[in-house]
């Protein structure tokens, strides 16, 4: 049997990309500057393409080959470019201020792994046997939920408006792990409808950071205190 | 066919307002594609009360009694709204509303061009059975209206807008995991990794087969998701300031149209929750959020300064009210939701449509700076503005009178105490503060403003609604009642 044929290389090829995923978000959470921020979120969405890529070739899915291509396509380069694009244009180099600094930042994001391990622990249903290929990905649960927890931090965490937009995404790629661990993915039209309003969202929110930009001269979305009661 | 043109009337007009150069060609296109959707509408609604329900494409696009109501009143808001725009923008650009370095034509063509957009996708999330797609259409409506939000590119504007795209975006996403969880939760199903997988009709009829501890987590991660949507406190700070901002005629659609689109979404994924895990699991986590958003709302409306904002706490107070008749439940509950989202959806885009007519003519939305009188300068604004609050804190004999006492009746009936006690405290407290607030900026002395024109598109489709809001207070067209017991038994599963 060659080793591309066997489930357990498969398992192992899935979990290392969505370890990587993880370590990826970690590093976002820890790095100060905005372009590796954003180049670091294109690699995290190529290895999910490539956790898609890897479970289509194994249970000889079409379907999740097209959402692994839509991931390479639009997040891993599509978005990233876009959003480079914009930040040439809007001209900030600057670093990204977090709230919080950031070893306590690393800490908390341990902490909330943690947490997304527990949580997964009860999507297992040991006693029924789980069938050997349905199996294949279903480890990589608790690495979605802790994308979506961090993200969700980051999101809180972070002042400047662009940055909170990577938070959202990086938020949602954990979202696409879920889909992808638990279910091999939604159904293709569903999916495909993620995709659209996610590039519409990043657009959208491009050029609102471009008009707060122009308007403001900051992106510190903590200024956008005008607005009470 | 019907379902077809529900969708494609709106979705059509947008772009073809966007070539339409010309200001009179883009407001006929709109008022003319809001016509044809709510004729559409109406059909589908006659075509649900004799069917039971419709579908197209292997059930891809699915109508019951429920979302043929939900259709129906968004296409009814849409066209009045659409009406109301063309004197209210009119009005804006003769006065320079637009700013000086504002482009005039530019600036309708946007809210032309986006506003059908938006009612599409709103009408997308009604017919949608999937529930995947329903979440990508709910999301739609979020990023068609961001920039109907920043219409005006002021300050505030933007970071309205910006609030806007980014709790809701935070929101949905979490809506989006209960989504992929409901999935899970049927993957043991026979035929749960097709396209109908994840279709409601498919689920609810084997909700008790799905997996209980998942589906207990979706209901929850769904249940802050759309409730963001519809401004359940605590997620409820976009609100205020979105409405605020963005200009009347769309803010009216966002209260009245958009929040019945969440609500819409909470239901479903209610009728499934309830299924398999009964009643009381939903029910219970649906009043603790509607109260919240009652209470919340109160203070807010006690010390508002605002009267867009007010109205805007008032939005969230209802959204409460309907989270909490639907957390109540059974038929008399079902039937009182029903019942309160058509009602609150005619008084309460009513009240924005006179919001409206007061900024134009004062060109403040501050109490203090108007200081009264405003059924004197406009007796037509002014007596309807008093009517639909009056109609809309729940004053008999107007209709919402009616809903809300029949959710505490539900509420005795299935015997929350504690619960039917705060209902009826909270909605004392708005009452006070609305009526207080808006007694204060209708009656007394004449302004010393001079009295504006009558603009025949503004006021004409005030006074319609208005003719709507009475008339339902009194006598519900048979057909009509006949949809919403429909929608109330789709909630029930009768």
Redesign the interface.
């Given at each position: 049997m060659s080793i591309f044929n066997n489930p357990e290389f498969g398992d192992k090829l899935v979990t290392l990309m969505a370890a990587l995923a993880l370590v990826l978000q970690i590093a976002m959470v820890a790095q100060r500057w905005l372009v590796t921020n954003i180049r670091l979120f294109s690699a995290q969405s190529f290895a999910l393409a490539a956790v898609a890529g890897v479970i289509a070739w194994f249970t000889h899915s079409p379907h999740v080959y097209i959402a692994a291509f839509l991931t390479l396509a639009v997040k891993a380069i599509l978005v990233p470019l876009l959003l480079e694009r914009l930040v040439d244009r809007i001209e900030i180099r600057q670093e990204i201020e977090p709230i919080i600094n950031t070893p306590l930042s690393i800490v908390i994001s341990g902490a909330l792994t943690l947490v997304a391990y527990i949580v997964a622990d009860?999507?297992y249903h040991p006693e029924e046997g789980p069938p050997a290929a349905a199996s294949l990905g279903h480890n990589t649960l608790a690495v979605a939920i802790s994308l979506?927890l961090i993200g969700?931090f980051m999101?809180l965490n972070r002042r400047k408006?662009l940055t909170?937009v990577l938070a959202?995404l990086s938020?949602?790629n954990g979202?696409f792990l879920?889909?992808i661990s638990?279910?091999?993915g939604?159904?293709?039209?569903?999916e495909i409808?993620?995709f659209?309003?996610l590039l519409?969202?990043v657009l959208?929110?491009g050029?609102?950071v471009f008009?707060?930009r122009e308007?403001?001269e900051s992106m510190d979305?903590s200024k956008?205190?005008?607005?009470r009661? | 066919m019907i379902l077809l043109a529900l969708l494609f009337i709106p979705f059509a007009a947008g772009p073809l307002s966007y070539f339409m150069r010309e200001r009179r060609r883009m407001e006929r296109v709109n008022v003319g594609a809001f016509a044809a959707t709510l004729v559409a509408a109406i059909a589908l609604a006659r075509r649900v009360l004799r069917e039971g329900s419709v579908s197209l494409w292997d059930g891809?696009l699915y109508a019951d009694a429920l979302s043929a109501l939900v259709a129906l009143l968004t296409a009814g808001v849409a066209l009045v709204c659409s009406c109301y725009a063309v004197g209210y923008l009119r009005e804006d650009e003769r006065s320079g509303a637009f700013g000086e370095n504002g482009d005039a034509a530019a600036q309708l063509r946007k809210y032309y061009c986006l506003t059908p957009m938006f009612v599409s996708a709103m009408l997308l999330v009604t017919l949608a059975n999937?529930l995947?797609?329903m979440?990508?259409a709910i999301?739609?409506t979020t990023?068609a209206s961001?920039?109907l939000v920043?219409f005006y590119?002021k300050?505030?504007s933007?970071?309205?807008?910006?609030?806007y795209?980014?709790i809701g975006?935070?929101g949905l996403?979490m809506a989006?995991?209960g989504?992929?969880?409901t999935?899970?939760s049927g993957?043991k199903l026979t035929g749960s990794?097709?396209?109908a997988?994840?279709n409601w009709s498919v689920l609810a009829t084997q909700a008790v087969h799905l997996d209980k501890?998942?589906m207990r987590l979706a209901f929850i991660l769904c249940l802050l998701g759309y409730g963001t949507k519809a401004g359940l406190a605590p997620m409820h700070t976009w609100k205020?300031?979105a409405y605020?901002?963005a200009p009347v005629p769309a803010a009216a659609i966002l209260s009245s149209a958009m929040l019945n689109c969440a609500i819409y979404g909470l239901v479903r994924v209610y009728i499934l929750a309830a299924r398999c895990l009964g009643a009381d699991f939903p029910g219970n986590l649906l009043l603790l959020f509607g109260l919240l958003s009652m209470g919340v709302s109160v203070p807010?409306v006690l010390?508002?300064?605002?009267f867009r904002?007010l109205l805007a706490y008032h939005t969230i107070d209802h959204a409460g009210i309907m989270a909490t008749a639907l957390g109540v439940g059974g038929p008399l509950g079902s039937l009182a939701l029903m019942l309160h989202m058509t009602f609150h959806t005619v008084a309460k885009s009513l009240l924005f449509l006179c919001a409206g007519n007061v900024w134009q003519q004062f060109k403040t939305d501050l109490f203090h700076k108007i200081k009264g009188g405003v059924i004197r300068a406009m007796p037509l604004t002014g007596g309807v503005f008093l009517m639909a609050i009056l109609a809309i804190i729940g004053m008999p004999p107007f209709s919402l009178f009616q809903s809300e006492f029949l959710i505490v009746r539900a509420a005795f009936e299935a015997g929350h105490y504690l619960p039917s006690a705060l209902f009826v405290l909270f909605g004392a407290g708005v009452f006070a503060g609305a009526l207080l607030h808006v007694g204060g900026l209708v009656l007394g002395p004449a302004p010393a403003e001079p009295p504006p024109g009558w603009l025949p598109w503004r006021e004409t489709s005030i006074l319609a609604l208005a003719a709507v809001l009475v008339v339902i207070g009194f006598w519900l067209p048979a057909p009509l009642l006949e949809l919403i017991r429909g929608a109330a038994r789709v909630v029930t599963g009768g």
């Open positions: 009860s999507f979506f969700f999101m408006a909170q959202l938020l949602e979202l879920a889909a638990l279910t091999y939604m159904p293709l039209i569903v409808g993620v659209f309003d519409v969202a959208v929110l050029i609102l008009r707060i308007t403001f979305v956008l205190r005008r607005l009661g | 891809f999937n995947g797609v979440w990508v999301e739609l990023l961001v920039f920043t590119g300050l505030t933007l970071e309205a807008a910006w609030k795209a980014i975006g935070v996403s989006l995991f989504t992929i969880l999935y899970y993957h990794d097709t396209l997988g994840l501890t998942t205020p300031d605020s901002e807010f010390v508002q300064k605002n904002r």
